[in-house]
């Protein structure tokens, strides 16, 4: 296992029961959480601080996800973005299309979530 003290994500999801699961559960993986329930709050969280990872449901509404990655990607083509969504990939090829480094399909699989935060944060 790689070392994940102070390793920080900003998980962004507009439902907080969601929000709230991947918190506890990131956090009990030894990582730093930071939590917005809105694209236009990530976008000024990350104005803030860059974490090392976004976490970012696709569907959301006012920005949804696709908005929020290509604002993103407008000023910053590093920073991993790793979209979360209840469709299969058809629905978030734009996201990707706009500089995603990837989806996780909901419900999600905690191991498979790990696996791509580890490969995009190494």
Known sequence: ???RK???ILAVDDTADNLLLLQIFL???GFEVEVAS???TALNRLQQSLPDLV???VMMPGMNGL???QEIRSSNRTL???LISAHDKLQVQPGLDAGANGYIQKPIDFTQLLSR???LTA
Do not use: K, N, W
């Open 1 to 3: 296992m790689l070392e």
């Open 6 to 8: 102070g390793r920080r």
């Open 27 to 29: 956090e009990a993986e």
């Open 38 to 40: 809105s694209g236009s």
């Open 55 to 57: 976490l970012l449901d």
């Open 67 to 69: 908005e929020v990655t």
């Open 80 to 82: 991993p973005i790793l």
């Open 117 to 119: 935060i580890e490969a």
